[in-house]
């Protein structure tokens, strides 16, 4: 039934243990009594405990009082077996627990547990308590499917469908790194979403997602996507107010080597970003008004190597803006008129919203953006480098 191992974090508990009185199961180890060998016998292992987990049962048990540093046998049986056998012997107690696990398991088999203290001379005291546990059939729901790698400055933002959710038992998600072949866990979501900025630009990272229930059972990965990161204007990164606020507002820069995030009280923002149950919004800074007809483009800018079909927005609406909140949604841009630095003169801007979404961070938003440096000048179009 495998090799002591150390109990693993975050596993979850499943209904299916029943303790039974250890004397309903006869053995052929002490339960207690004088050593016949000379001496006192074992203290009895304390809190046994068991459950089942990512197709194997583990075992736990706390060090009595009076521990001696002796060793502990495992035994188990399947509940249709007479007697009970040796799984195995466990000694790497640490900070008052033992543990082992056990991967030899069937499913659909319903195992029962037991634990002994040794003593050196061979004597055993066995815990007070067998548990009984039932192995279920490993059916991990379906594999995440969708998944987008967007590449951010010193970032990916990855996202994937909700057909994993289609299992009842479904849990949560588990995200892996590609080094070659070979996949390389990096984090967990309860969401469609992830992101990772542990990145250099420049550099591709490639990307899968599994799905686990909540038995722990893990689904097969999702194809790959890739994204290569790199310093620009697209790809910016907000969190909403309600979640981080001091990452939730923006600030168009003339300068490139200034942060655009700024906090959402800031009173230089020129907007921020906020969320809740009907959408996700921008909201005007002090002075600043958005346009109230957001206008649907397939990029930031075209040019000449850009897709035939590519639409973008050249020129700033003379009029029809609002200092009200406007609803952000993927693919719509938004013109924004500020006061211009020198004052009396309007300056304008333009984002467009590639993504919203949710991250154990909070709800998110990715854009592009452009800026106008000569003030009243409306013609739209990133600053020069």
């Known amino acids: 039934m495998g090799n002591p191992k150390t109990k693993a974090d975050g596993m979850r508990r499943t209904p299916w243990i029943l303790l039974l009185p250890f004397a ?4 052929d180890s002490s339960s207690g009594g004088l050593d016949p060998n000379g001496g006192q016998p074992p203290v009895a292992p304390l809190a046994f405990d068991a459950f089942y987990y990512d197709r ?3 075992l736990s048990w706390e060090l009595a009082p009076g521990w001696s540093g002796e060793a502990f046998r495992v035994y188990g049986k399947r ?4 007697n009970y056998f040796l799984v195995a012997e466990v000694t790497n107690c640490a900070g008052g627990l033992c543990s082992y ?23 055993e005291t066995a815990s007070a308590i067998a548990l009984e546990i039932v192995v279920p059939t490993p059916d991990p729901p379906p594999s995440p499917g969708g998944v987008d790698a967007v590449a951010l400055d010193g970032g990916v933002f990855l996202t994937w469908n909700s057909a994993s959710r289609a299992a009842d038992d479904f849990a949560f998600y588990r995200i892996y790194f590609l080094d070659g072949d070979t996949g390389v866990l990096i984090g967990e979501s309860d969401s469609e979403g992830f992101l990772d900025l542990l990145v250099q630009n420049g550099s591709t990272y490639a990307y899968f997602v599994t799905a686990v229930d909540d038995r722990g059972h893990e689904s097969a990965g999702s194809t790959a996507a890739a994204a290569t990161p790199r310093p620009d204007y ?3 990164i907000l969190v909403a107010f309600e979640d981080l606020p001091e990452e939730s507002g923006f600030r168009f820069q003339e300068n490139p ?32 008004s958005v346009h109230s007809q957001p206008q649907f483009t397939t990029a930031l800018r075209c040019g ?3 897709d035939p079909e590519c639409t973008d927005v050249r020129v700033a609406p003379a009029g029809g803006y609002t200092s009200d909140a406007i609803e952000l949604v993927p693919e719509q841009a938004y013109v924004l008129r500020v006061p211009s630095s020198g004052g009396g003169q309007w300056q304008y801007g333009l984002i467009r919203v590639t993504h919203v979404g949710i991250v154990p961070a909070g ?14 000048n409306v013609t739209l179009a990133p600053p020069a480098p």
Do not use: K, M
């Open 24 to 27: 309903l199961f006869a053995c």
């Open 234 to 236: 697209h790809g910016e």
């Open 257 to 288: 080597s200034e942060d655009p995030i700024v906090s959402g009280t800031d009173g230089s923002r020129h907007f921020r970003l906020e969320a809740d149950l009907t959408g996700w919004w921008l909201v005007p800074g002090p002075g600043v």
């Open 101 to 123: 696990r056990d991967i030899n398991i069937q499913a659909n088999v319903t195992y029962q547990y037991y634990v002994a203290a040794v003593s050196s001379t061979g004597s």
């Open 304 to 306: 000449v190597a850009a």
């Open 56 to 58: 194997a049962v583990h």
């Open 363 to 376: 709800a998110i938003a990715l854009f592009d953006w452009a800026f106008q440096l000569q003030p009243d």
């Open 79 to 82: 509940a249709t077996d007479a």
